[in-house]
């Protein structure tokens, strides 16, 4: 049980405007900078919509999985594993030979397996897949058009950018109060 002057601290903490305007700052830049990747991964998608695709063969194709450690509450250590896909694919252009291991602009990397292993039954060694290339640089190609997880980075950004205006306007509130009682 929270003691009543544990409370009131906790309170009188939160109403502190340097405390608000701290949570306004870190959730909108926090959201900015999530929507700034978004908005990145988008053009890129746009740009490759249109390009040339050959066919091309998987060379090599595997899941590795990484044991990864975050900071959680109470500065506590939670290890969680990263599954990362490293697909290596060839492919000519022009009677040129390239070679690549970009799968697409999104976020390929995940704490589960099964979107690993979908990825692994598509594209497996020896496979043929179709390669776009982007006609201006043979060498930068993809095996995927289409992003992935991007709507969740866009969900994430708003969100953010919104309880990050809802700081800002109890900041102001704040600041407006002491002004207006002293």
Known sequence: ???????????????????????FAVFSVRGFFVFYQYAAILSKDRKAKDWPSVIGTIV???????????IAQGNRTEWHDLFIPHIKYTYAVNETIHESSNIGHGIYTRR???????????????????VYYNPADP???????????????YIYSIASMFVGLIFLG???YQIFVRLFEG
Not at 1 to 23: A, E, G, R, W
Not at 60 to 70: I, W
Not at 139 to 153: D, N, P, V
Request: proline share 3%; hydrophobic share 40%; charged share 20%.
């Open 170 to 172: 109890v900041w102001l």
């Open 112 to 130: 589960s397996d099964a979107f690993g292993k979908k990825l692994m039954e598509h594209f497996s060694n020896g496979a043929s897949v179709p």
């Open 60 to 70: 090599s194709s595997s899941l590795k999985k990484q044991h990864r450690a975050t």
């Open 1 to 23: 049980m929270i003691s009543i002057d544990i409370y009131k601290f906790i309170i009188s903490f939160i109403t502190l405007p340097v405390f608000t305007f701290s949570c």
């Open 139 to 153: 060498q930068m190609s993809i095996l995927e058009k289409r992003s992935t997880r991007t709507y969740g980075m």
